[in-house]
């Protein structure tokens, strides 16, 4: 709302702005970005016109992505456990103009848009991020800084500004640089839904890992420093990412197995009750210690459990950073 308000309302740019959101929560960014500034915000339909002077606002559960005078949106991998996502965003982007691109990181968790703003730097377009001390939840804008040759650091407040004079400002440069394999591929498995996987060979090499959403092989990809996996339907993470999706689908692991044995222990416990209705005392005898053994068990697995969803992650992040419900970029 801050920055929507700096835009004067012929901003001779168009504007597309991710939210990370959960599937089921609608969106009503739009009309909120409406509110604050002059400029016509929408989500927008498939295949509508790319045009300057407009907002187009990611749907929730659906990617956007740019193509030459148009934007896509569609349900492809969900990147870093989101959909929408900025990096498919900013990559598509970069594919499509190279150098008229500005990709912009403001406050959120994690690292998302890192990725991304490589894309964009490496097809001759700008780097723009929050101060991070400006920033609500400063992890994405200290990522992008610490990965990314970042042409301008400022504060919202001045964000607008440098926006205006960055996009009246021409081009030294109007030739797209050739995109790399690995961004062509990356793009189109975003962007075709149907029929589509990764070329292993432009991708990575084969991780030790597995994907957290599918279950495939990841591949391992070094991007300037930056750690990434992906698998050939297209799910892709930072590592930082993967820890956070690995973290949770061991705890789900844990659950289930301690919901596992306490229903184990529970059949048990009847059974036992049922030999010794029908005075089979010695079958009861057997089920009351397997009952006792699986309760002895399931005890175990609950301090595991507890112990694990409730100790600090290996790397401390801030309480606000924790607390921060939402990340965006533009």
């Known amino acids: 709302m801050k920055l929507v308000a700096q835009l004067p309302r012929d901003f001779p740019a168009a504007v597309l702005v991710v939210l990370h959101l959960s599937a089921g929560h609608r969106s009503l960014l739009p009309e909120i970005l409406m509110r604050a500034g002059p400029l016509p915000a929408m989500h927008p339909k498939p295949e509508a016109p790319l045009e300057p002077g407009r907002i187009y606002v990611a749907p929730s559960d659906l990617h956007l ?7 896509l949106v569609n349900a492809g991998p969900r990147e870093n456990g989101h ?3 900025v990096d498919p965003l900013f990559r598509s982007a970069a594919r499509a103009y190279g150098p008229r691109v500005i990709g912009v990181v403001l406050t959120g968790a994690l690292d998302c848009g890192t990725s991304g703003l490589l894309a964009i730097k490496a097809q001759g377009g700008l780097a723009v991020v929050q101060d991070p001390a400006d920033a609500y939840c400063p992890d994405m804008p200290r990522s992008a800084l610490e990965f990314v040759k970042v042409d301008h650091t400022v504060l919202l407040a001045d964000l607008g500004a440098l926006l205006v004079r960055l996009v009246s400002t021409p081009l030294t440069r109007h030739e797209v640089p050739k995109p790399s394999g690995r961004l062509q591929e990356e793009v189109k498995v975003m962007r075709e839904v149907r029929g589509v996987h990764l070329d292993p060979q432009d991708t990575g090499k084969p991780s030790l890992f597995s994907c957290p959403d599918c279950g495939g092989v990841i591949f391992e ?4 420093g930056l750690l990434r996996y992906r698998c050939r339907v297209g799910h892709g993470y930072t590592a930082k ?5 690995q973290q949770t689908a061991m705890d789900g692991a844990l659950w289930a197995a301690l919901r596992a044995l306490e229903e184990s222990a529970a059949l048990s416990r009847r059974m036992a009750a049922r030999a010794n209705e029908r005075n089979q005392h010695h079958a009861a005898q057997r089920y009351e210690a397997r009952a006792r053994s699986t309760e002895d068990q399931a005890e175990l697995m609950r301090q595991m459990v507890m112990n694990s969803t409730t100790r600090p992650p290996p790397e401390e992040e801030p309480e606000e950073a924790l607390d921060a419900p939402k990340r965006m970029e533009v």
């Open 221 to 224: 990809m070094d991007e300037e």
């Open 65 to 71: 992505l740019v193509e030459p005078g148009r934007v």
């Open 241 to 245: 990412a993967l820890s956070v999706n």
């Open 83 to 85: 959909r929408p996502a």
